[in-house]
């Protein structure tokens, strides 16, 4: 077994177009691998990426689970496309292209070169033993379109921080008898990178105008009438000279609930000192039990069903939720915050550094390193970029303390660069497969 380290970082745009054209059958397997949308959402993320930046010609393929069940807690447990159905943008036009099934309903043919399987349950690398005779022999099941030449590449979440057991933790490529390890995806200086979220690269650069234009032209995809009529409302023309908007997601386990109030705390000075009001918008639950003695006379919460008033109280804050939406309404309403956005897990996180605007993260202990590898990066961006200050709210940070979110504006330009010096994780396989052939001084051979 061979550890590759990959130290010189993809940019944004570091690939050309063709980079997976040695590849014919792409195999993405998200079965049961993370709870909520992030059970295929990796997946959903890394196709679009293949197809859109880089053209990729070939056969697209996502396995994903395949049940609608309850849990033991009384929850229904959501089959993979089901999921899918209520975050990809057009599916029916998605699924055109790439072919998602369940895994009794894949075929020996046509043979897979590449295959890439995503995060376990607790963080934990899936290995494509599940798609083995047995465990022991490694023989592959008759329906298995995999053969020895087969390329295997097996990632664990940013970080791998939610296996809180492991301290070093790998993501293995395997082919044939061979072996190599390298690091798991995120933002320290030499994991692997984050996914390429194809609607936040396109947003990044939208004026509020055209942020707008674009939130209204996709009202009529939101399924909650509650929902739909909030949003539009704050996206109406002039709406955003009488109200201030914001963005929070992850918001709702105990571990963060006090974090949370911190960053209202923080926005309370300007509710002080100017006459409009704020919204913050929130895909997550908020229970107005958790709502602070001193923050109750200033903050007013909105379950999901019900709609924003007409008339907004001046310097009030109110915490919208909103029922769930597809992906790139979440990531037009987070660019479309004034404020800095809260953000929490693999997928929001990506999609906010390539927005390329300020944000902050709720601290749990599965995602702390996360969280020091991003202030890190923009610590030595802010240098570079000579904005002094940055230690300062570093450490506050650290400690989970929101409150200094409204510093950050200074810190815009190193947000900016932020997705310039993040390398994507389509683009570190491509890396990968070139140090391995390096290496060895020979091809990896095509599949049979």
Same mark, same amino acid.
Request: cysteine-free; glycine content about 6%.
């Given at each position: 077994?061979?550890?590759?380290?990959?130290?010189?970082?993809?940019?944004?745009?570091?690939?050309?177009?063709?980079?997976?054209?040695?590849?014919?059958?792409?195999?993405?397997?998200?079965?049961?691998?993370?709870?909520?949308?992030?059970?295929?959402?990796?997946?959903?993320?890394?196709?679009?990426?293949?197809?859109?930046?880089?053209?990729?010609?070939?056969?697209?393929?996502?396995?994903? &689970? !395949?049940?609608? $069940?309850? +849990?033991?807690?009384?929850? @229904?447990?959501?089959? %993979?496309? *089901?999921?899918?159905?209520?975050?990809?943008?057009?599916?029916?036009?998605?699924?055109?292209?790439?072919?998602?099934?369940?895994?009794?309903?894949?075929?020996?043919?046509?043979?897979?070169?590449?295959?890439?399987?995503?995060?376990?349950?607790?963080?934990?690398?899936?290995?494509?033993?599940?798609?083995?005779?047995?465990?022991?022999?490694?023989?592959?099941?008759?329906?298995?379109?995999?053969?020895?030449?087969?390329?295997?590449?097996?990632?664990?979440?940013?970080?791998? &921080? !939610?296996?809180? $057991?492991? +301290?070093?933790?790998?993501? @293995?490529?395997?082919? %044939?008898? *061979?072996?190599?390890?390298?690091?798991?995806?995120?933002?320290?200086?030499?994991?692997?990178?984050?996914?390429?979220?194809?609607?936040?690269?396109?947003?990044?650069?939208?004026?509020?105008?055209?942020?707008?234009?674009?939130?209204?032209?996709?009202?009529?995809?939101?399924?909650?009438?509650?929902?739909?009529?909030?949003?539009?409302?704050?996206?109406?023309?002039?709406?955003?000279?009488?109200?201030?908007?914001?963005?929070?997601?992850?918001?709702?386990?105990?571990?963060?609930?006090?974090?949370?109030?911190?960053?209202?705390?923080?926005?309370?000075?300007?509710?002080?000192? *100017?006459?409009?009001?704020?919204?913050?918008?929130?895909?997550?639950?908020?229970?107005?039990?958790?709502?602070?003695?001193?923050?109750?006379?200033?903050?007013?919460?909105?379950?999901?069903?019900?709609?924003?008033?007409?008339?907004?109280?001046?310097?009030?804050?109110?915490?919208?939720?909103?029922?769930?939406?597809?992906?790139?309404?979440?990531?037009?309403?987070?660019?479309?915050?004034?404020?800095?956005?809260?953000?929490?897990?693999?997928?929001?996180?990506?999609?906010?550094?390539?927005?390329?605007?300020?944000?902050?993260?709720?601290?749990?202990?599965?995602?702390?390193?996360?969280?020091?590898?991003?202030?890190?990066?923009?610590?030595?961006?802010?240098?570079?970029?000579?904005?002094?200050?940055?230690?300062?709210?570093?450490?506050?940070?650290?400690?989970?303390?929101?409150?200094?979110?409204?510093?950050?504006?200074?810190?815009?330009?190193?947000?900016?660069?932020?997705?310039?010096?993040?390398?994507?994780?389509?683009?570190?396989?491509?890396?990968?497969?070139?140090?391995?052939?390096?290496?060895?001084?020979?091809?990896?051979?095509?599949?049979?």
């Amino acid at each position: 077994m061979t550890f590759l380290a990959l130290i010189a970082p993809s940019s944004l745009r570091a690939q050309e177009p063709g980079a997976f054209d040695r590849f014919s059958h792409v195999f993405l397997d998200a079965q049961s691998v993370r709870g909520g949308n992030g059970d295929v959402a990796p997946a959903y993320l890394f196709a679009a990426d293949l197809l859109q930046r880089h053209g990729f010609k070939g056969k697209l393929t996502i396995v994903v &689970t !395949e049940y609608d $069940e309850r +849990t033991r807690e009384g929850a @229904t447990k959501k089959s %993979g496309i *089901s999921i899918l159905k209520k975050i990809v943008p057009d599916f029916e036009r998605f699924t055109s292209r790439v072919d998602v099934t369940y895994a009794d309903n894949v075929k020996g043919e046509p043979k897979a070169d590449l295959f890439v399987s995503f995060a376990g349950v607790n963080g934990e690398l899936r290995l494509p033993f599940a798609w083995s005779r047995d465990f022991e022999s490694k023989e592959f099941r008759p329906n298995s379109p995999f053969t020895d030449k087969t390329v295997f590449f097996s990632y664990s979440v940013f970080g791998n &921080t !939610e296996n809180t $057991e492991s +301290t070093f933790s790998l993501s @293995t490529i395997n082919f %044939g008898k *061979s072996m190599y390890v390298t690091l798991p995806p995120g933002l320290g200086e030499h994991e692997n990178g984050i996914y390429f979220d194809p609607s936040a690269a396109r947003l990044r650069d939208m004026t509020r105008t055209q942020l707008r234009a674009f939130i209204q032209q996709r009202l009529g995809e939101i399924e909650s009438a509650a929902t739909r009529e909030s949003i539009a409302a704050l996206t109406s023309e002039g709406a955003q000279l009488r109200v201030r908007t914001g963005f929070a997601y992850g918001i709702t386990i105990d571990e963060v609930k006090g974090q949370f109030w911190t960053y209202v705390r923080g926005i309370r000075s300007l509710a002080d000192t *100017s006459p409009r009001p704020t919204v913050i918008i929130t895909p997550s639950a908020v229970n107005g039990r958790d709502l602070p003695i001193d923050l109750a006379d200033r903050v007013e919460l909105l379950r999901k069903d019900n709609r924003l008033p007409d008339h907004l109280e001046a310097g009030k804050i109110y915490v919208l939720q909103i029922a769930s939406v597809k992906n790139d309404m979440f990531n037009a309403l987070m660019a479309y915050s004034e404020l800095p956005a809260i953000v929490s897990g693999d997928n929001a996180l990506s999609a906010a550094v390539t927005l390329g605007k300020p944000f902050v993260m709720t601290k749990v202990k599965w995602n702390a390193k996360n969280i020091e590898a991003l202030l890190e990066r923009l610590e030595r961006l802010a240098v570079d970029l000579k904005i002094h200050g940055f230690a300062l709210l570093k450490e506050k940070l650290m400690k989970a303390d929101l409150s200094v979110v409204l510093d950050l504006g200074r810190f815009r330009p190193a947000f900016r660069e932020l997705s310039a010096s993040v390398p994507m994780l389509s683009d570190r396989i491509t890396e990968v497969l070139a140090r391995i052939e390096g290496a060895r001084n020979q091809p990896i051979p095509d599949p049979a």
